[in-house]
């Protein structure tokens, strides 16, 4: 396996997520968003070698694979010094790489945050708008889509779409997290 280059991207993704885990959880147990993660608690170490493996693996086989395109994406935050210093217009291209690659609603979602980042709240909106359909039972979407529309001033969609992201989740810790943000309302 180790000529697969999926099978190393994968690798690699898995170490990065791994060494951010310890950022991602507060003493109690609640979600740290990315923006907010102490980097000082990721192991840079295994980013290190986790990008090292990625880029070995791109070198040798020129063979893009959706792993390795997700951990590209990981490794931008991951190698960032800090969340404004992330290179949202890097990632952005990653997205469109992983769409032609592997095209599903969820990795819209997720380009749809580096849009965000880089064209601004409006063209990520924009970006959500077409998703509705596709992942309207998905509580991350009305989430995320809470979040802009807080961002870009509208205030009452904002609350309607993190009151349906909240009663969508099983998940305490992000229940945890929805009820706050509904909270400074």
């Not at 190393?8 to 907010?36: E, M, P, Q, Y």
Request: glycine content about 6%.
């Amino acid at each position: 396996m180790p000529d697969e280059p999926e099978a190393a991207g994968l690798l690699a993704l898995i170490r990065l997520h791994r060494a951010r885990g310890a950022a991602r959880f507060d003493t109690r147990g609640n979600l740290v968003l990315l923006a907010d993660q102490d980097r000082a608690l990721w192991d840079h170490a295994a980013v290190a070698e986790a990008t090292a493996l990625l880029t070995r693996t791109a070198r040798a086989h020129r063979r893009p694979g959706p792993y390795q395109v997700q951990a590209a994406i990981v490794a931008c935050h991951a190698e960032a010094k800090s969340f404004a210093e992330t290179d949202w217009a890097q990632i952005l291209v990653l997205y469109d790489l992983l769409l032609r690659l592997a095209p599903s609603p969820v990795t819209r979602l997720h380009r749809a945050v580096a849009v965000r980042h880089v064209h601004g709240v409006r063209a990520a909106l924009e970006e959500l708008d077409g998703l509705g359909g596709a992942l309207d039972r998905y509580p991350l979407f009305h989430g995320t889509r809470a979040e802009l529309l807080r961002e870009a001033g509208r205030r009452d969609e904002a609350r309607e779409a993190g009151e349906r992201a909240l009663r969508m989740t099983a998940n305490p810790a992000q229940q945890a997290l929805l009820e706050q943000r509904l909270a400074w309302e």
